[in-house]
């Protein structure tokens, strides 16, 4: 199974700062099968990134998704008090599907 | 609007057989597949299962609770169900189900999950 790394585990940051998310894959993921989510306390996660780099609908143009190979990051430019969260990785590309630990984003 | 409403989840014996089901609205049911994701208390995502549209001839299980789980739907009643058996501790958490996305799609649906509480 392609086991997902994400770093850091949690990311401390004041509204309006830039926050750079991490997702290692174990093999090699196609970027067409790479996605994020985010979960907030309480709540089903939501897709945020599918395709490595394409926001899901509703998602604003803060979010940016980029990578490929083993190595993907989602990047927040500037953060507003509904993004503190718990993001996480995905991969659907082999098999069974498996997510990353998560990195939560909580304000400073 | 895409509805995904799961129920069934309760408190269960070690050992003990649950059926979880997630019922659909809002959508042609029969076109798409349907994952179940559990969450353990305080932990991340786990992909446990996946059935196929349509007739549901492919179904997939994660090695967690191959054996010991059947994932199956029923196209008239809009609903795909999760057969739990041999329930132990480490089941114990919230089930989420979610319609499969297809290439390109911007959205993806959840329901808002149900609890499975194993336990004496």
């Known amino acids: 199974e392609i086991v997902l790394t994400q770093s850091p585990g949690t990311l401390s940051l004041s509204p309006g700062e830039g926050a750079t998310l991490s997702c290692r894959t174990s093999q090699t993921v196609r970027s067409s099968y790479l996605a994020w989510y985010q979960q907030k306390p309480g709540q089903a996660p939501s897709l945020v990134m599918y395709?490595?780099?394409n926001r899901a609908t509703g998602i604003p143009d803060r979010f940016s998704g980029s990578g490929s190979g083993t190595d993907f990051t989602l990047t927040i430019s500037s953060l507003e008090p509904e993004d503190y969260a718990v993001y996480y990785c995905q991969q659907n590309d082999t098999s069974p599907m498996t997510f990353g630990p998560g990195t939560k984003v909580d304000m400073k | 609007e895409v509805q995904l409403v799961e129920s069934g989840g309760e408190l269960v014996q070690p050992g003990g057989s649950l059926r979880l089901s997630c019922t659909a609205s809002?959508?042609?049911?029969?076109?798409?597949?349907f994952n179940w994701v559990r969450q353990a208390p305080g932990k991340g995502l786990e992909w446990i299962s996946y059935?196929?549209?349509?007739?549901?001839?492919?179904?997939d299980y994660a090695d967690a609770v191959k054996g010991r789980f059947t994932i199956s739907r029923d196209n008239a009643k809009s609903s795909v169900y999760l057969q739990m058996s041999s329930l132990g501790d480490d089941d114990t958490a919230v089930y989420y189900c979610?319609?499969?996305?297809?290439?390109?799609?911007?959205?993806?649906?959840w329901g808002q999950g149900t609890v499975v509480i194993v336990s004496s």
């Open positions: 059935i196929s549209s349509s007739s549901g001839n492919t179904m």
């Open positions: 395709g490595a780099s």
């Open positions: 809002g959508t042609t049911f029969s076109l798409y597949g």
């Open positions: 979610s319609r499969e996305r297809w290439f390109g799609d911007r959205e993806e649906y």
